[in-house]
């Protein structure tokens, strides 16, 4: 007989009821049972994520130079926080449910240079491999004006590297983007999901473009065994990357400052809530671990997965984190939402997400065209499939029994006209036209 883990699917069935649900492709909200231990600094510390700001702001110059649209906010790739008052009372009246507090949009589906999430974690790895390369072997100190970056010397520096990583299509383009930029000799292994408009866009800018008929773990492993024959070449690993952690993880002071400036008030009385799409989990664990440094127990985050790839909450469930694939399950990691289409969590990610993690959700397909839809309609805001998953948190939380034990059990029913609810909205801004067209058809 077929076991995970020793166990038959009926025995992982028998010990966890909500897997049923997630083997039908139900959409489900689960509370995570370990959540509420004091954040684990072993393997990361605040130190890490400190450091990566600062490097980050090295850079500033170098961005500046490289990407001149990214001028007016002086070389710091970030993104807008709005309200979206519209949006909360058409979900309110959509989804019959009442949403208390103030709901807002994190628009990194509008963050410069690549248009999504990755532009923080891809965009940083790079970096920082170019840094290391260009003090190593060109001079470069961390006194310098990083702009000199941008130089033919370096460019031809970076020539003699390569960097590679396995995609489904967004972290593609934003390692691309910016390895081209700097000079890198770059390859990206892309999944069957990945869309057509993205490999294009890449070949365009000179970025060798590997294409696989099969889903994002296969295009990450067959990048990962080509890069380890080329010494020079540094392989991005989204399976496995401090780097790319720490830089989703950079979001959060930058966040805390945006809800400061909006007067917006985050402590024992203000309860906050995060909701973020998750494919292999790096992009919304990384922040998850920046906002638990930045606010404590007053910050509470859920995951968003598709219900064909909700690898994240089935690693978590059932402890088995990256030793178990969705499809071991018999879910077929089918989705239109192809940045989350993902069968196998990051083990490093869905470690450090065990005691600070507050929960996920699924979502069908199907809805997250009709929030895609909606939120163009009633904020202008114009979303890819991905992005959208974070948009049903606040309907789950508010309607569902087990969002109300939990809101009961950590004491918050009686702060929740003082919540500030925030759906990290994780990309589009460089979806063409056409192809948003078709999305917006679908509903
Ligand atoms: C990559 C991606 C995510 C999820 O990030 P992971 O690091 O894969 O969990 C969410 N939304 C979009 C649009 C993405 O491209």
Redesign the pocket.
């Known amino acids: 007989m077929k076991t995970i883990a020793g166990l038959s699917i009926l025995e992982w069935q028998g010990k966890h009821q909500l897997l049923n649900n997630l083997i039908q492709m139900d959409e489900v909200f689960w509370i995570n049972p370990d959540y509420g231990t004091e954040l684990d600094e072993t393997i990361v510390q605040a130190d890490h994520v400190k450091s990566a700001e600062d490097r980050l702001g090295r850079f500033a110059d170098y961005i500046v130079e490289a990407f001149p649209e990214t001028r007016t906010m002086q070389g710091i790739i970030e993104s807008p926080l709005v309200e979206i008052p519209s949006m909360q009372k058409n979900m309110e009246k959509s989804y019959n449910v009442e949403i208390t507090g103030k709901l807002l949009l994190k628009c990194d589906s509008h963050l410069p240079i690549s248009g999504?999430?990755?532009a923080r974690?891809g965009i940083y790895e790079v970096l920082k491999r170019a840094e290391e390369i260009a003090m190593k072997h060109g001079g470069l100190k961390q006194t310098d004006d990083y702009g000199i970056l941008a130089s033919d010397t370096y460019k031809e520096l970076f020539s003699n590297y390569s960097i590679a990583v396995g995609s489904?299509?967004?972290?593609g383009m934003s390692i691309g983007i910016i390895s081209a930029k700097l000079g890198f000799r770059v390859t990206v292994h892309m999944s069957g999901d990945a869309k057509q408009w993205k490999k294009d866009k890449l070949t365009s800018l000179g970025v060798i473009v590997k294409e696989y008929d099969d889903d994002y773990s296969k295009a990450v492993e067959e990048g990962r065994v080509e890069a380890s024959l080329d010494p020079n070449c540094h392989f991005i690993d989204?399976e496995d990357s401090m780097d790319l952690f720490l830089g989703?993880a950079t979001a959060a002071e930058r966040l805390k400052n945006q809800l400061k400036h909006r007067s917006i008030r985050v402590d024992e009385e203000h309860p906050l809530f995060v909701y973020l799409?998750?494919?292999?989990?790096?992009?919304?664990?990384g922040i998850t671990y920046g906002l638990k440094l930045a606010f404590g127990e007053h910050v509470h985050c859920f995951f968003a997965e598709p219900t064909h790839s909700p690898c994240m909450t089935i690693g978590l469930m059932t402890g088995l984190h990256d030793k178990v694939s969705v499809q071991e399950f018999g879910i077929d990691n089918k989705t239109e939402a192809d940045?989350?289409a993902?069968g196998r969590p990051s083990g490093l990610v869905s470690g450090l997400m065990t005691a600070i993690l507050s929960g996920s959700y699924t979502i069908e397909d199907k809805r997250l065209f009709e929030l895609l839809g909606q939120m163009a309609e009633t904020e202008g805001y114009y979303l890819?499939p991905?992005?959208l998953?974070g948009a049903y948190g606040p309907v789950h939380l508010m309607s569902d029994p087990t969002g109300q034990k939990y809101l009961d059990d950590h004491k918050l029913l009686g702060k929740m006209n003082d919540a500030t609810h925030i759906i990290w909205a994780?990309?589009?801004s460089m979806v063409p036209k056409d192809m948003m067209e078709q999305y917006l058809a679908k509903r």
């Open positions: 999504s999430i990755k974690g489904t299509g967004n972290l989204d989703y799409p998750c494919g292999v989990g790096g992009g919304p664990g940045g989350l993902v890819e991905s992005a998953a994780t990309g589009g």
